[in-house]
């Protein structure tokens, strides 16, 4: 029996997490402060977003592709370094970023669109934005599933150029994927239209309780972080 042990990869992601947020909260208030000052701004919530994507995007994406590669069935791997070095070795370091501009692509609106709905339904759930775990819940999950839908298609083609799946690649394609362009032209001679939401359902399914929780975790975090600093402040 395999012992559990700590996965890096996860603890890699923690962190990352948690500065995607940190610098989501950071852009938010001064993006909103230079449109809307004194208000809530949807653009700047849209655009501290994005931003935040790009950059979490640069440091997880080659964690994406080892992470996918490893979970393909009859996957030859069995450790994270093995993957690394076969990578490496067979593919040079450009693959671990074969799919980076359709990542962009598709987490840049998905988070636009998650963030956006998040912050929407907040003011008409939780209007006084007090710390209100059912409205965080709520919103969490909603956001997740509208976003998820909205970006199935991108999805797909990103996952096939992660993994090289080569049940797609038969005779018909040769060489390996490359780009977004590439990647739907593929899964449309694959499967047509109805192919770019293949999984649909499963990625909605998958998104809207781990929204949920995220957000739920986060704004509990944030809520008593900033209780004990007034509690700090007022006894100084």
Known sequence: MQSLQPDPAARYRNVLEALYFACYEKLKKTLSDIIHPGGNSHIANGAAGCVATLLHDAAMNPAEVVK???????SPYHRVTDC???????????AFYRSYTTQLAMNVPF????FMTYEFLQEHFNPQRRYNPSSHVLSGACAGAVAAAATTPLDVCKTLLNTQESLALNSNFTGHITGMASAFRTVYQVGGVTAYFRGVQARV???IPSTAIAWSVYEFFKYLITKRQ???RAGK
């Not at 996918?68 to 009859?74: A, E, L």
């Open 84 to 94: 690394v070095r076969a990578v490496w070795q067979n593919e040079g370091a450009g």
């Open 111 to 114: 988070q636009a669109i998650h």
């Open 230 to 232: 007034e509690e700090w």
């Open 68 to 74: 996918q590669r490893m979970q393909m069935y009859n």
């Open 205 to 207: 399914i998958y998104q």
